[in-house]
């Protein structure tokens, strides 16, 4: 069943053809049909530290279908640019077997989440534009592939990638960086609701960081075509959307893209913009999302004995801020306990420049509460809340917008 309060026309000028629609996991409440969009429990999801295939959200805006794993190419290209990086384009076609086998392998654990994660609980403030997501749409795996700085060093010059590598993270997760320069993804080979075809971009800075990818592997197996697969970009610590799947252009320019779902789409409006009139001329006045906000959620109450309950959740902080603390309570704010982390991602070792790497993964966590409050036959609500690295403590309240993105109260759930 389709859960979409009301949405965007579609603007596709490109017939969409779901006959040749690949298969998907029926571990996953479907939210469309056509575009495919679902997600599983998150209750399912929590018992996992690496998200399995089967329990992967898939998020589509056209069909999903499967692409020739050695010869899908994709065009790498640097655009003269206004700081005179480069005097004339230069341009590189690479097919996915060349990402393979001419670039070094890199692995990278990093969660995945949709900027719409948890709308459907935005949509109870006032109604939103979107589809009606629930908690599933994050998955934290293991990525696998060709760094995005080494493919675009076969467009780029040295001294540019030199100069752009080392930044801290304020300046790779900010939408643009100190350079004014952006790299664009883009996807032609299937047709899109809202656009001909699917693109976004980031800053060049966060291009050429150590962790982002031109991904062909996820969690040791080659991409799927619900994954993105034959290439997809990998993003870690930004918004699902800025993973382009079926990437086959890349394009280093001084301009963002101008693609629907970064000009138009993914981004967070004032609260007087209730309308898609008034949307109209308010999208290009806000910045694009690249990371979303500390968040975390109950994914399941599970009673051990007649007066205690055992509950579980995942959090995710912002960016590259690494959540610390996760508490709860059953007494709405007034008396909090601390929940037992029990996964804050693998071990990532140190990076190319001998520095520590970061952890992108998400944190899992338990908490077991015990007394009259919880005894069997008592109903009540399970609040939980995050703090991160930075001291930043996720707020009880979260202001609507009109796309419903970015939501990020304290979870909580009935028992």
Request: glycine fraction near 8%; include cysteine.
């Amino acid at each position: 069943m389709t859960e979409v309060l009301f949405s965007v026309p579609a603007v596709s000028r490109v017939p969409m053809d779901y006959s040749m629609e690949v298969m998907h996991s029926d571990l996953l409440i479907v939210r469309a049909q056509e575009p495919f969009n679902a997600e599983p429990k998150a209750a399912a999801l929590v018992e996992f530290p690496i998200t399995p295939d089967e329990l992967v959200y898939c998020r589509n805006h056209g069909p999903v279908q499967e692409y020739d794993e050695d010869n899908f190419e994709i065009r790498v290209r640097v655009s003269n640019t206004q700081d005179g990086a480069t005097s004339t384009p230069v341009e590189r076609t690479l097919t996915a077997k060349d990402i393979r086998e001419k670039f070094d392998k890199i692995e990278v654990e990093a969660a995945l989440q949709c900027a719409g994660n948890r709308r459907k609980e935005m949509s109870s403030i006032k109604r939103v534009v979107g589809l009606l997501w629930d908690d599933g749409v994050i998955a934290n795996c293991k990525w696998g592939g060709a760094r995005l700085r080494d493919v675009l060093s076969t467009v780029l010059s040295p001294s540019t990638i030199t100069n752009m590598t080392g930044k801290t993270s304020a300046e790779t997760e900010a939408s643009t960086g100190p350079s004014g320069l952006y790299v664009r993804f883009n996807s032609h080979v299937t047709p899109c609701q809202d656009d001909t075809y699917y693109g976004a971009s980031i800053s060049l800075e966060k291009a050429l960081s150590d962790d982002v990818l031109l991904g062909y592997e996820m969690n040791d197996e080659p991409l799927s075509p619900d994954r993105g697969g034959p290439l997809r970009l990998v993003v870690p610590g930004f918004l699902g959307a800025r993973w382009v799947k079926w990437v086959d252009q890349i394009e280093v320019c001084s301009e963002e893209s101008p693609n629907f779902y970064q000009a138009k789409d993914y981004k967070i409006l004032p609260e007087n913009v209730e309308t898609r009139e008034q949307a109209a001329g308010a999208w290009p006045k806000y910045p694009s999302m690249t990371t979303l906000p500390l968040n975390s959620i109950v994914g399941s109450i599970s009673r051990l004995s007649s007066t205690s309950v055992l509950v579980k959740g995942y959090a995710i902080g912002c960016g590259s801020a690494k959540v610390t603390c996760v508490e709860v309570t059953v007494d709405g704010g007034a008396s909090w306990v601390s929940a037992d982390i029990t996964y804050n991602g693998g071990d990532r070792g140190t990076n190319a420049d001998g520095n520590r790497s970061a952890n992108w993964s998400w944190t899992l966590w338990t908490a077991r509460l015990t007394g009259d409050v919880v005894q069997e036959g008592a109903h009540g609500t399970v609040y939980c809340r995050a703090t991160d690295e930075r001291g930043n403590v996720q707020r009880k309240t979260c202001p609507w917008n009109y796309r419903g993105v970015a939501y990020c109260p304290w979870g909580f759930k009935e028992f």
